[in-house]
């Protein structure tokens, strides 16, 4: 069952995606729609791999999108090491 939704979106954003829809062949409320989907089954394959007894520190820890934890652990390994 489809339902409406109301969302407060920047005016430029709206624009462009409302282009990129149009250019793709696909509404936006599609777009917006897929995204969700995605969005969601990302959260809930993640949760999957967690053991239980972990699950409750879900979102206790903000860490910036841009890290990359591969060279933050190289890092600190390196910095442990080099005393």
Same mark, same amino acid.
């Given at each position: 069952? !489809?339902?409406k939704l109301t969302l407060t979106i920047e005016k430029s954003v709206i624009e462009k995606a409302k282009e990129f829809a149009g250019n793709s062949g696909k509404s936006l409320?599609?777009?917006?729609?897929?995204?969700l989907e995605k969005e969601i089954?990302?959260?809930?394959?993640?949760?999957?791999?967690?053991?239980?007894?972990? !699950?409750?520190?879900?979102?206790?820890?903000n860490l910036p999108t841009e890290l990359?934890? !591969?060279e933050?652990?190289?890092?600190?390994l390196s910095q442990k090491h080099s005393r």
């Amino acid at each position: 069952m !489809k339902t409406k939704l109301t969302l407060t979106i920047e005016k430029s954003v709206i624009e462009k995606a409302k282009e990129f829809a149009g250019n793709s062949g696909k509404s936006l409320s599609d777009l917006v729609e897929r995204y969700l989907e995605k969005e969601i089954a990302e959260a809930e394959l993640q949760q999957a791999n967690i053991p239980e007894e972990f !699950k409750g520190l879900f979102g206790s820890v903000n860490l910036p999108t841009e890290l990359n934890e !591969k060279e933050a652990i190289r890092e600190i390994l390196s910095q442990k090491h080099s005393r």
